[in-house]
Structure formats: C-alpha cells, structure tokens
C-alpha cells in the first residue's frame, strides 16, 4: 500500500503542468538559409486548436496539449515553409506526440527527430515541432534542418523520457521509436483494438506499445500503466470479456487464448498494470514477454 | 460471466475484422491480413458478377496527369473526366454524356474540398474541367457555383460532388459523404463517433435528391493516420472516379486506401476509426450501397498499381 501510494505521489508530481514558458513568434529567427518570416506568428491555445486542424485537435488534446505557435517563412520562387512548435504539459507527452507517426528517417534534432520528403518532426523538453516544406527540394530540405536547428538552440534543456519505457524488454525488441500515449484514440492509430474503451484508458493512463521480432513476426506488447488498481482491473475484465471472450481471474493471473489465424494474445493485471500481449506465435511467447515486463515491476517497486 | 446491461452494445473488437464480420460489407474493405488486392477480392469478396449491378464506378487513370515534380496536367485531367462520362454513360460523346446528367436550365453547385490544414485539396485541375463542361453545356457562370462553402443550396437544382480523398483521423475516410459535412451549421456536431451521421445531411432538404454525379479527384490521395499530413503518406495514384452512387464511391475509394496501406507497411494497417459513416448511409440513410458485389468497377487507362 506504501508503495502504491509513493508512486502515485511521483505520478502526480511528474504530471503538474509545467513552468517552462511558451514558445513565443520572437522566440523565432526572423531569417534563415534565405527564407523569411511571412506575417506574424499565430498562437492557438486548448480551446482554439480546433479553429486551426478541426476535431482533429483532439488528438493532441489527448497528449495535455497547452499551447501552438504557427509560423510561415518564404522565399521568392520557392516553396513556403511552415513551422508548427506544439508545447505539451510534459516531456513525456512531447515524446508521445512525436511517436505517434515516425514514418521517415531517423536524424538527429533535438532529443529525437524524424524526416521524410520535406516534412522535419522532432521533441525536445516539452516540446514537439513539425517543420513542412511545401515541395521537397534539395534547397528546401536544407532549409527546413537549418530552422529546425534553430528552434532547438531557442529550447534549452532537455526533458525527460517516459519512465514507463523502462519496462519494456530488451531482448527482441524491434529498432525504432516505441509509441507511448494514454487514450484509445491513440493507441488505435498503432494498433487498432476495438471501437469502445475496452481496456478503460484515460488522459490518466499511461501507455506504450512495443513490437517484437523480425520480418512477419508481428508480435506486440502492450504495457499499461492506471492511477489506480481499480482501473487496471476493470481494463483486465473489460478486455477478458469482449476480446478473450472469458471471465477474468480474480487474481490477474495471466490468461492465454489462441485466436483467429492461429495468434496467440494474452493478458495479466498486475497492482495498478495491465500487461497485454497480441499475435503470440504460441503460448510461450505471451508467458515469456509477461514475465520479463513483470519481472521489470518488480525490480523497480523494490 | 456477469450479463450486459439493457441496451448494452457489444463492442467491435480487432477479432472481429479478423472474423471479416465487423461492420458488414465495409469491413470487408478494412479486413486484416489483406496485403494486396489481389487477397482482398479472392479471400473475401465475389468479384462482381452481380446479375443486377446496383452501382457504376468509373476509375480512370493516366500515367501523365501528375508529373515527378506533382504538376497536375489539366488538359489530361479534363480528358480522363470526359472519358470516364462517357464510359459511364455509354455515349460516345462528351457533350451527349454530360447532358444525361445535367440540363442547360440547372443552376449547379460544385462542392469541392478545400482543406487547409491537412492539405489534401481537390485539386483545381478537376474542378475546371467540371466547369468548362458546365459552361459548355450553356449554363451561364451565375447559374454555377463551384466552392468549397457558402453554396446556395436553395437555388441549386443539382449538385456535383467533387472530393479529394483522405484517410482521415476523425471519421476513418473522407471523400463525398463527408465532403457536404458543411453543407450542416453545425459541421462539430459530426465529429468524432457522431461521424456515423454524416448520411443525414444529403437528406437536409435543401440537399436530398440534387445530387447527380460523385467525382472524386484520386489524382494524389492520403493514406496515412493524421491528423497532419505526412507527405511520405501521399501518393500519385492519378486516378479520377466517376459515379452517382456516394456510398459505393467511399466503399471504393476505402478499399483502394486500405490496400495502399497495407503496402506501405508490409502489413495490415487498419483504417481507424472505422469509418462508420459509410456502412450508415447504406443501412441507416439508404443512400448507395458499400457492397462490393454489388458495385461494378469499370477500369480505364494505367494499370500499374491500380489497388483494386
């Protein structure tokens, strides 16, 4: 129970919004590698996010989402240049926006940074910043990592990673950025699950999704992290109902169950944890990803 | 196992893609392990042979319409809608195809998609084309209202819809069902799981019944999860799609957007959210039919990775 306790308190100290101050359009060079800044610089705070991406704010909303500064720069005869500099409540949400979509190459920017065909994504503290060219051009790609580089200098510091990335096992895990993220909404963009709440996620819940194995290996844990034991057992009863199609164990032992197409997924609730794994070659696989995820816990609440 | 509730809905989980059992026929277009088209259509689907064809599709394609550096040709863009009309319609004209749909006394709006933030347009090539043929047909510029909104539905006779087609992180896909989504005061009331809706505002009264033909711009569809474009998840597919049918035409253009995905990844990559909104306007709003045995695809033009 102490140690229950301890942890939530860390939890919650971790989550306070944070003191760093916003991102400002001053905070931006006014020229770089000949492009120039094109109007002033736009801010959207949590409510008018919306005006500028539709509904489709909510996605960031699901990541605390504070603040937008949008800023175009130009250059005579070549494509604009938008950059978008999202600050976060936390560094580990400015971690999970970026996880979100990591479709591109891995370059170094920041605390992690991808690039594909012109569009520059990449976190820093409490941070996350897309930087888009119109048209990818050799001028314009240089251009892009120039203010990227820019932006980095004008954020000091760095911040941390997702604690909960710790509990991930090493062995066999796939190269690559490891999504991190608290709502269904999201973890559907990775792995679609269901179209209801079945593992009763929230804006409270801590979540990442790792991949396993090489070529058509296509296993997947998933490990999630409640405020409260209540919650991680009511997710564990939801999921062994509607996905398992079994009554759950009353003491979170880890169920297994083979699926369509011959996959394996399994499922084990620990203290305030849920422990998931999906597209299992066989039983074994489940049990010995469970117990390494369970054997971190442990480790860690020692 | 405890009992549900009154009124309690199963929920739709991954297994039941894997099942092919969710979401009736449009889950077809979203199910799992379907790397290719080729799987889609042997594994899941009849190939159509329908003895009574409820929807018409013309998808047409050419290699020259976008070039490398994106340049959409709009002399090859007004070829391929004037081809695909006439496929569609039999005629040997283009002239004569036009006329089937639309009379010179009409005053028409062309709904187009204009997408500031995701930046997935329609884009101007194909909505020229549609007014050229417009203007050719006699209709005065007045009489022709080509926007994305502010369309004076009250003084339209007949309404051509003309979207983009987008992947979308709100309602799964958007191409012409959504595309009206402004047509509503209230565009947030779709948002979200009341995306499912959408079927509703093509029976507004100022809508129902004026539509006369689908054509979708599939020159350079998105594919990827949003909310923000990706430009990795754009791809030159070249394609326009003609049809009168907006729920076979979203069924379609799903099913090439799934597959492309798929590809992308070199795994399932499900559509998310479902989208809901296009198996609702064939249940709920009887608005076409998402039934894939039930809509004939007539191809034209590029083969090369045509998805479908």
């Known amino acids: ?302 | 196992m405890k009992g549900k509730k009154q009124g309690e809905r199963r929920p739709i989980t991954r297994r039941d893609f894997l099942k092919g059992t969710a979401y009736g026929t449009v889950g077809l277009a979203l199910g799992v392990n379907q790397l290719g088209a080729k799987a889609l259509a042997q594994e899941k689907i009849t190939p159509f042979a329908a003895k009574n064809p409820t929807s018409k599709i013309v998808l047409i394609r050419h290699e020259a319409a976008v070039d490398e550096k994106q340049r959409v040709n709009s002399g090859i863009v007004q070829e391929m809608v004037d081809t695909a009309l006439k496929a569609i319609t039999g005629k040997q004209d283009a002239a004569e195809a036009w006329k089937s749909f639309i009379r010179p006394e009409d005053t028409v709006g062309v709904k187009y998609t204009h997408c500031g933030w995701m930046r997935v347009h329609t884009e101007d090539a194909v909505v020229t084309a549609i007014v050229k043929r417009l203007r050719d047909l006699g209709i005065p510029k007045k009489r022709i209202y080509a926007e994305d909104s502010g369309i004076p539905l009250a003084k339209c006779t007949a309404l051509i819809n003309v979207p983009s087609i987008k992947v979308h992180a709100l309602t799964g896909i958007a191409v012409s069902i959504k595309n009206y989504i402004n047509f509503s005061s209230q565009p947030s009331a779709y948002h979200d799981d009341r995306s499912v809706n959408l079927g509703e505002i093509w029976l507004f009264p100022e809508v129902k019944g004026k539509t006369r033909l689908v054509i979708v711009d599939g020159l350079r569809p998105y594919f990827g999860p949003g909310p923000q474009i990706n430009p990795l998840h754009r791809w030159d597919y070249k394609g326009v799609l003609v049809g009168t049918d907006p729920v076979a035409m979203d069924a379609t253009c799903l099913r090439i957007c799934q597959v492309k995905r798929n590809l992308f990844k070199g795994e399932e990559w499900i559509i998310t959210p479902p989208p809901k909104s296009i198996s609702a306007a064939d249940t709920k709003y009887h608005l076409g039919t998402s039934d894939p045995a039930k809509i004939q695809v007539i191809r034209l033009g590029w083969e090369k990775d045509v998805l479908i």
């Not at chain 1, 991406?53 to 005579?76: C, I, P, S, T, W």
């Open chain 1, 1 to 302: 129970m102490v140690i229950i306790f301890l942890t939530l308190e860390a939890w919650a100290v971790e989550k306070n919004p944070s003191e760093e101050k916003n991102m400002s359009p001053e905070s931006l060079p006014k020229r770089v590698a000949g492009w120039t800044v094109s109007g002033d610089g736009q801010t959207f705070n949590r409510e008018k996010i919306f005006k500028y991406m539709d509904g489709a704010g909510d996605v960031y909303l699901a990541f605390n989402f504070r603040q937008l500064l949008v800023q175009e720069y130009v250059k005579k005869s070549a494509p604009p240049i938008v950059v978008e500099i999202y600050q976060m409540s936390s560094s580990e949400d400015a971690y999970g926006i970026f996880s979100q979509d990591t479709d591109g190459d891995e370059v170094k920017m920041g605390q992690g940074a991808i690039y594909g065909l012109g569009l520059l994504r990449f976190w820093k503290k409490h941070f996350f910043v897309r930087i888009l060219a119109e048209k990818e051009t050799e001028e314009t790609k240089a251009a892009v990592m120039a203010i990227g580089k820019k932006v980095v200098e004008a954020i000091p510091g760095s911040g941390k990673k997702p604690a909960l990335l710790d509990w991930v096992p090493a062995a066999g895990l796939r190269k690559g950025v490891i999504p991190y993220f608290h709502k269904p909404i999201s973890l559907n963009v990775h792995y679609y699950l269901a179209d209801s709440n079945l593992l009763n996620l929230s804006e409270k819940t801590e979540a990442v999704l790792a991949r396993y194995g090489m070529n058509q290996n296509r296993v997947r844990l998933l490990i999630c992290r409640y405020p409260r034991p209540a919650e991680a057992e009511k997710g564990f009863e939801q999921f062994c109902r509607s996905f398992l199609s079994e009554s759950p164990k009353k003491d979170g032992t880890m169920q297994v169950k083979k699926i369509e197409k011959g996959q394996f997924v399994s499922a084990r609730w620990m203290d305030r944890v849920l422990i998931l794994v999906f597209e299992g070659d066989d039983r074994k696989t489940c049990e010995q990803l469970t117990q390494a995820v369970a054997k971190k816990i442990m480790e860690a609440n020692r």
